[in-house]
């Protein structure tokens, strides 16, 4: 599985970071965790405000940050 944290880098976006590491170990899911701060690809990601959260290529969640359980249930 593959996670992207999408954002410059801001206090949120490090927090998602965390949480999104967090649930990950809490699943024991095999993922490559990924902050992808390249303002560019953010842009070709879609994302009209950050943080985001992408997972398998698939935005699941973006303009905030999810609590744990939250980004439990886009892992499964």
Do not use: N
Not at 7 to 12: E, W
Not at 45 to 72: F, N, Q, W
Request: glycine fraction near 10%; charge should be positive; proline fraction near 3%.
């Amino acid at each position: 599985m593959k996670i992207e944290i999408l954002g410059t880098g801001c206090k949120k976006c490090k927090e998602l970071y965390e949480r999104t590491l967090e649930a990950v170990k809490i699943e024991g899911i095999d993922a490559e965790v990924i902050k992808e701060e390249d303002i560019v690809k953010i842009i070709e990601a879609g994302l009209m405000s950050t943080p985001g959260l992408r997972v398998d290529g698939k935005v699941v969640s973006y303009g905030k940050v999810p609590k744990v359980d939250e980004i439990r249930k886009y892992l499964k």
